[in-house]
C-alpha cells in the first residue's frame, strides 16, 4: 500500500500530535528532544513489529521515502524555520556582536568541515573505510550546521546574559545559510564543476553575497509593504511569500535561499516602527505556531528516519556503525578546535563568558539540515548512470547517512539533555564573580 502525499502529511502531522501530547503531559522534556525520542521510538516499534511481520518496517520505509524528507526540508521547510527563527533577533544587539557571530559562523562551518575531513579520512585509512578526502570534506560541510532551538530555550530558563544568546543564535542561523553554501561548493568540486581555487571562491561567494543582498531587498520590501497594506491579514501573506516564493527565487538565481531568509526575518522582525500593533502581534503569533508545529514535525520525522538508515545498512552494516561511532567524537572536537582560536583572538577585543566554548561545542545541537543534506547523496548506480563517477569516485551513501544519523541522534539526545547543567553552571559563576 503507497501512501498519496496528502495522506503521507497526514500522517505525520497525526503522529506528531499525538506524541507532542504525551512528552508535554508526562515527559516534559523540551519539545525538540521529546518529538524527537519519540519518533525513535516509534521506529523501534515498527523494526519490533517487523520480528513478527517483516512486511511492516518495508512498508513504513517505502513511506518514508516517498516523503522525500531532503527535498521537504530544504525546498520548503528550510525557508520557513530560518525565517521564524530570525524574527526575533534583536538587530541592536547584532550590530554589536556582529563580528564575532560572522566569524564564528564562517569558523563553525568551514573550520569544522576541514578538521572532520583530515581527521576522518585519517580514520578511514586506519580503520579500512574506504573513504576519500573530498567524501570526508562532504560529510564535514553537511555535518557542520547547528540547532538553537533547544539551547536557546535552555538559556532564556536559566537568564543568561543577552550577549551569550545572541552570540548562539546567531552564530547558528547564520551557519546554516554558510553551510548549505559549502556544501554545494563541494558537491561542485565532486561533479567535477569549478574544480579550480578561484571557481570555488567565486561560487562561495556568489553564493554567499547573492543570499545577503536578496535578503536585504526582502526584508526592506516586506517590511514596507506590511506598512502600507495596513491590515494584519495581508502583513502575514506577505512574510509568507518572502518565506516561500522569496526562497525558492533566491536559489533559483544560485544565491543562498537559507542566508537569505536570516537577513530578510532580522529586518522585518527589527522594523517596529514601520509595523502597528495589530500587525506586530499577528505576524508574532502566526510565525510562532509555524516555528513550533514545524519543528516538532521536522524532528519527528528526523526520529523516524532510522528506519530509511536501516535500510541502507546492508551489506556493509558493521563498517557503517563503525563510521557512524566513529564520526561522533570528530565531529564534536572538530567543533572545538575550529572555534578555539576565533574565540582566544576575538576576546582581545570583546567580553565573552567563561564557557563559552563548551557552551558552543557541547550545545551545537544538529537537526534536520544535515540528514536532508546527507540525503541528497544519490544511490551508487545514479551516481554511476548521471555522473559516469568511477569505483573509487562513488560515495559511500549509507556510510555517510548512517554517520549523520549517529551525529545528529546524538547531539540531540545526549547533548541536549545534559547541556543545561553546563549553562546554569556557567551562568551562576558569572553572577557570582560579578
Not at 84 to 109: C, E, T, Y
Not at 306 to 327: D, N, Q, T, Y
Request: aromatic share 8%; proline share 4%; with cysteine.
Amino acid at each position: 500500500m503507497e501512501l498519496t502525499v496528502y495522506q503521507g502529511i497526514g500522517v505525520i502531522i497525526t503522529i506528531t500530535a499525538v506524541v507532542s501530547f504525551i512528552n508535554k503531559r508526562f515527559f516534559r522534556l523540551h519539545p525538540t528532544i521529546g518529538v524527537m525520542l519519540a519518533g525513535l521510538a516509534v521506529a523501534v516499534g515498527v523494526v519490533v513489529a517487523g520480528l513478527f511481520d517483516p512486511r511492516i518496517p518495508d512498508t513504513a520505509r517505502n513511506w518514508m521515502n516517498g516523503l522525500q524528507f531532503n527535498e521537504l526540508v530544504l525546498n520548503c521547510m528550510l525557508g520557513f524555520l530560518l525565517f521564524s527563527g530570525s524574527l526575533h533577533v534583536d538587530m541592536n544587539m547584532l550590530k554589536q556582536r556582529g563580528w564575532p557571530i560572522g566569524v564564528f559562523a564562517l569558523a563553525g562551518v568551514v573550520g569544522t568541515a576541514f578538521i572532520v575531513a583530515f581527521a576522518l579520512h585519517a580514520l578511514s585509512n586506519v580503520f579500512g573505510l574506504g573513504l576519500n578526502f573530498l567524501h570526508c570534506l562532504l560529510f564535514g560541510a553537511l555535518i557542520s550546521p547547528t540547532d538553537p532551538i533547544a539551547v536557546l530555550a535552555i538559556l532564556k530558563q536559566v537568564g543568561a546574559p543577552k550577549d551569550l544568546e545572541i552570540d548562539v543564535s546567531g552564530e547558528s542561523l547564520f551557519n546554516d545559510g554558510v553551510g548549505v553554501v559549502m556544501f554545494l561548493v563541494v558537491v561542485h568540486l565532486l561533479t567535477g564543476q569549478n574544480v579550480s581555487v578561484p571557481g570555488v571562491i567565486g561560487l562561495f561567494v556568489l553564493e554567499a553575497a547573492g543570499g545577503v543582498g536578496l535578503g536585504m531587498v526582502y526584508g526592506f520590501l516586506g517590511s514596507r509593504l506590511i506598512r502600507l497594506a495596513g491590515e494584519a491579514r495581508v502583513g502575514v501573506l506577505i512574510t509568507l511569500t518572502i518565506a516561500s516564493g522569496g526562497f525558492l527565487l533566491a536559489n533559483a538565481l544560485h544565491a543562498s535561499g537559507a542566508l537569505a531568509m536570516v537577513v530578510a526575518g532580522v529586518m522585518v522582525g527589527n522594523r517596529e516602527n514601520w509595523l502597528d500593533s495589530p500587525s506586530r502581534l499577528a505576524l508574532d503569533e502566526f510565525w510562532e505556531v509555524i516555528d513550533e508545529v514545524g519543528n516538532a514535525i521536522l524532528f519527528v520525522l528526523v526520529g523516524l528516519e532510522i528506519l530509511v538508515v536501516r535500510g541502507e545498512w546492508l551489506p556493509e552494516r558493521s563498517s557503517c556503525l563503525l563510521a557512524g561511532a566513529l564520526a561522533i567524537p570528530v565531529v564534536l572536537l572538530a567543533r572545538a578546535g575550529s572555534l578555539i582560536v576565533p574565540l582566544s583572538l576575538l576576546r582581545l577585543k570583546w567580553k565573552f563568558h567563561r564557557n563559552t566554548l563548551a557552551i558552543f561545542t557541547w550545545g551545537g545541537l544538529r537537526g534536520g539540515l544535515p540528514f536532508a543534506m546527507a540525503l541528497c547523496v544519490p544511490p551508487a548506480s545514479e551516481q554511476i548512470a548521471k555522473y559516469h563517477a568511477s569505483p573509487d569516485q562513488i560515495l559511500n551513501r549509507p556510510m555517510i547517512l548512517t554517520m549523520t544519523y549517529f551525529v545528529v541522534a546524538f547531539s540531540i539526545i545526549v547533548q541536549g539533555l545534559t547541556i543545561k547543567p553546563l549553562i546554569r553552571q556557567s551562568v551562576e559563576k558569572e553572577s557570582a564573580q560579578t
